[in-house]
Structure formats: C-alpha cells, structure tokens
C-alpha cells in the first residue's frame, strides 16, 4: 500500500484499521523521514472536529521532529500545543506524551512547551484521569529538565 493510501486510512472511522495503519507509520517515522512530506496534512488534521483525527496528526507529527530541517514544527508551535487543551483528556494524555519526540528533537522549543504544559488545568478533568494527566506532566517536565 502506497503512503499516500496509508495518510487517506487515518481518516477512516474503523478504529481498528486506522489504529494499525497508525502504528505502521509511527514505526516508518521512527525508521526515516518519507513522512516528513506529509507535515502539512498532520497540521491540518490538528484542527479536525474529531478528537482521533486530532490524535493521529499529533502523534504523526511529534514523530517528525527528527526529520524537520526546516523548522516548519517550529514555526507552528503553538497551533501544535492547543493540543494540550483538548477537551479530551485521552487526548490530553497522548499529547503529553508525544510531545517527549519535540523536547528530545528541538531543544530550542523547550520553553514554550514547558509553559504551556504547566499552564494545564487539571481540575477540570474527572477524578479518574487527573493523577494520570499529572502524572504525565511531571514525566515530561522530567524529560524537559534532563536534556
């Protein structure tokens, strides 16, 4: 299946498929950079009305920060980390911990992230994912503190 085919299936609505095709490109990205021309379409489905289309851009793009010699994550930052006031705490949590592929990447975008992950308010989410959603911040914070 053609890459192109496999970017089409991260919209589709079987949550199965797209899961695996999902995982399959994570894997690429981790291998070279044949997706880093898709940036574009990961930052557009950051704006997507469905929380997994959402979910799929970030993790995909987060996956590209090794690959990006022009500093086109750079220059969206701030679009990209709307992401960790999704409405969606699953969503919150996937965000929080893609986000680790940015800081590890792009040193200089430490500081926006930093702030706008500790900007969290994590009293507006249930009580069963608050600690999970803390948790994640500080693993992150760790990771930022670290490099």
């Excluded at 704006?47 to 090794?66: D, H, M, N, P, T």
């Excluded at 990006?68 to 980390?81: A, G, M, Q, S, T």
């Excluded at 999704?86 to 800081?103: F, M, N, S």
């Amino acid at each position: 299946m053609e890459i192109s085919d496999k970017i089409k299936l991260l919209y589709d609505k079987g949550t199965s498929v797209s899961y695996t095709n999902l995982l399959e490109l994570e894997e690429i990205s981790e291998c070279d950079n044949t997706l880093y021309s898709y940036l574009n379409e990961f930052i557009a489905m950051l704006k997507s009305e469905k929380y997994v289309i959402r979910v799929r851009g970030f993790r995909l793009l987060c996956k590209q920060a090794k690959w990006d010699i022009d500093d086109k994550i750079n220059e969206v930052i701030i679009e990209i980390l709307f992401a960790v006031n999704d409405e969606k705490p699953t969503a919150v949590r996937q965000a929080l911990q893609y986000l680790t592929y940015i800081v590890l990447n792009k040193r200089e975008l430490v500081g926006i992230i930093k702030e706008a992950v500790l900007s969290i308010d994590c009293s507006r989410f249930k009580d069963t994912m608050r600690p999970l959603i803390e948790k994640d911040i500080q693993t992150l914070i760790k990771v930022m503190d670290t490099q």
